[in-house]
């Protein structure tokens, strides 16, 4: 299930931003712009975290399953005789979309 932020972002994250807080030159330009954006970047994050629902993952084996079966039941027109079809009428013609006769099938 690693489609979702919630498995990329960690607690090992905010604690390397921590760490490099304190060890950041307070008075280095190029550090403080740095750790604003590492700052900003991982409130981001967490932002999409606190509100992500790991079931609306497309990766989920639930998901994965479910499109499965869609899938399958399509090709199948769920069920349905098929109504329409590109027929063609002689093998160099083109396909048209035609009304099938049910004595066909």
């Not at 869609?70 to 590109?86: C, I, M, Q, S, Y």
Request: proline content about 6%; charged content about 35%.
């Amino acid at each position: 299930m690693s489609g979702y932020i919630g498995s990329k972002l960690t607690d090992e994250d905010a604690q390397r931003v921590a760490e490099f807080e304190r060890s950041a030159d307070p008075n280095d330009r190029e550090q403080q712009a740095l750790l604003d954006e590492m700052r900003q970047q991982l409130k981001t994050l967490q932002d999409l975290k606190k509100n992500e629902d790991p079931r609306l993952s497309f990766c989920t084996p639930e998901f994965k399953d479910a499109q499965r079966t869609f899938t399958d039941a399509f090709k199948r027109n769920f069920g349905n005789p098929v109504e329409w079809a590109l027929v063609k009428e002689y093998p160099w013609s083109t396909p048209q979309l035609r009304k099938v006769d049910q004595q066909q099938q």
